[in-house]
């Protein structure tokens, strides 16, 4: 497993991190509405624009978006994507420079769906509005195999849809830096509660939103049962080192390796959460997801690697 141990701040994140604090920026003020604001600027401003040149193409449809990639490999697999955002922030037009990026890079098609925000709306109405859309566009894929991806909460959501919903649609989960633990806070809470781009408080929102409905459920990914494992298709996850969810992320992967020996794990010690919408700004984040790509989504088994370097 790479190391767990403290770790520092890649040097453009810990730029960008200082501008934030000298901006006052905080992910967490308490007020909704003024969080989904302050998140959804600064990416715009700070995670990259759109590059019009990158040939890649979008088709915008009522729930969501399919960006196809300048060149698609005959061979590729149809990616389903759920954003992140804890399910109360972002949206598929925040994302659409990173998908462009994760498309051009993988040669494949990515959709990406858009879906019910917490509060306004439960955790069960969102996942199973989600679930549906999913579930119609995979009948509609019977030519080429589908891979689910999803990065921080949309993780969770992925793995939940692939073991619960949807169970043996899938040929490949992809997991980026994702919310695997709701019932225990780790060390890496402290260590990066703050000033990481996943504030300590923001998340413990997130939290009170989401256990609720996966503990009805009984689905818990730190304790999967038998009958998951069996269904479980092969996964790649992918941690960051300075991230709150880095602990869990981490201790999954450990877990997993043994008991899903074909497990991908791939770590950036010195990126924190979110780092992927920053690949058209970051160079650091640019080459991590270049290494996501290449390493996590293939269906091919690439080189063994736990531990990637931007």
């Not at 009522?62 to 992140?84: F, I, L, N």
């Amino acid at each position: 497993m790479p190391d767990a141990g403290t770790a520092s701040l890649n040097a453009e994140f810990g730029r960008l991190a200082a501008a934030r604090k000298i901006m006052a920026v905080r992910g967490y003020t308490g007020s909704l509405a003024e969080d989904r604001l302050n998140a959804e600027r600064w990416i715009a401003r700070f995670g990259g624009a759109v590059d019009p040149g990158d040939g890649a193409t979008v088709e915008a449809g009522e729930q969501g978006v399919t960006v196809r990639p300048a060149r698609e490999a005959a061979d590729s697999p149809w990616v389903v994507y759920v954003h992140g955002g804890g399910m109360v922030h972002y949206s598929t037009t925040v994302f659409q420079p990173f998908l462009r990026t994760l498309a051009n890079a993988l040669g494949a098609p990515v959709e990406a769906f858009d879906y019910l925000k917490a509060p306004e709306h439960t955790v069960e109405e969102s996942v199973e509005r989600l679930a549906g859309h999913i579930a119609s566009r995979c009948r509609s894929l019977t030519d080429r195999p589908v891979v689910l991806a999803g990065d921080s909460v949309g993780g969770l959501l992925a793995l939940y849809l692939g073991l619960r919903v949807l169970p043996g649609v899938f040929s490949r989960l992809v997991l980026v830096y994702p919310v695997l633990d709701l019932r225990t806070e780790r060390p890496s809470y402290r260590v990066f509660g703050e000033g990481h781009f996943l504030d300590r408080d923001a998340m413990r929102l997130f939290t009170s939103f989401l256990e609720p409905f996966f503990s009805a459920r009984d689905f818990d990914p730190m304790n999967l049962p038998e009958s998951d494992l069996a269904r479980l298709p092969d996964c790649s996850i992918v941690t960051a080192g300075c991230d709150v969810l880095r602990d869990e992320g981490l201790a999954w992967a450990e877990l997993m390796a043994v008991r899903s020996p074909g497990l991908r794990h791939l770590h950036f010690p010195d990126l924190p959460h979110d780092f992927c919408l920053y690949a058209g700004r970051l160079a650091s984040a640019g080459s991590a997801v270049a290494e996501i790509a290449r390493t996590a989504f293939p269906l091919s088994a690439p080189p063994r690697t736990e531990r990637g370097r931007p």
